[in-house]
T-cell receptor, first 112, second 115 residues
């Protein structure tokens, strides 16, 4: 069965500092991987996705993620964060049948 | 293009009362999902539709939850009777469908509080 582990429940960081949000998954087959962002009282918005091809994926708002099959990881990174990046971030996996399995989320708090 | 629309945004009901949530997916999206998001958790799938067929309802508590997607467009999720533990955000999402088109677009959700 698929599962997703987000290793940090909360990540505080200062503005303009780099950030990495960690995600590990387990699956017995090839997977598709996603990062979503959720602002307070909002639905989820797709940041980026990995389906195949290049393991480095670039998304919106300056975020990128790298798929590492050997380590079953899909960590999200941004070289310089802004106050507006404060939100909750969810990593998700799908085996291609349409069902997304989500991690528990990481709350990113950007401080001035 | 309009996104996924859900209503109501907020609902407060007493336990044992019924409640219903409505979702209008993005036009042309064949796949529709209902997720439940408990406080401090990630969304968990309740049911997935391909057109009007429920293809995965294994996580739907069928003793009190029901869903329908008439004509393969709008969908309604119902709880009857509601319990205190049903308090959560109920998210609807839709996608084009197909094995490689798994990008799901989410609505803003309905926050249910059962008192």
């Amino acid at each position: 069965a698929q599962s997703v582990t987000q290793l940090d429940s909360q990540v505080p960081v200062f503005e303009e500092a780099p950030v990495e949000l960690r995600c590990n998954y387990s699956s017995s087959v090839s997977v598709y991987l996603f990062w979503y962002v959720q602002y307070p009282n909002q639905g989820l918005q797709l940041l980026l996705k990995y389906l195949s091809g290049s393991t480095l994926v670039k998304g919106i708002n300056g975020f990128e993620a790298e798929f590492n099959k050997s380590q079953t990881s899909f960590h999200l990174r941004k070289p310089s964060v802004h106050i507006s990046d404060t939100a909750e971030y969810f990593c998700a996996v799908s085996e291609g049948q349409g069902n997304l399995i989500f991690g528990k989320g990481t709350k990113l708090s950007v401080k001035p | 293009e309009a996104g996924v629309v859900q209503s109501p945004r907020y609902k407060i009901i007493e336990k044992k009362q019924p409640v219903a949530f409505w979702c209008n997916p993005i036009s042309g999206h064949n796949t529709l999902y209902w997720y439940r998001q408990n406080l401090g958790q990630g969304p968990e799938l309740l049911i997935r539709y391909e057109n009007e067929e429920a293809v995965d309802d294994s996580q739907l508590p069928k003793d009190r939850f029901s869903a329908e997607r008439l004509k393969g467009v709008d969908s309604t999720l119902k709880i009857q009777p509601a319990e205190l533990g049903d308090s959560a955000v109920y998210l609807c999402a839709s996608s084009l469908g197909g094995i490689r088109n798994t990008e799901a677009f989410f609505g803003q959700g309905t926050r249910l509080t059962v008192v």
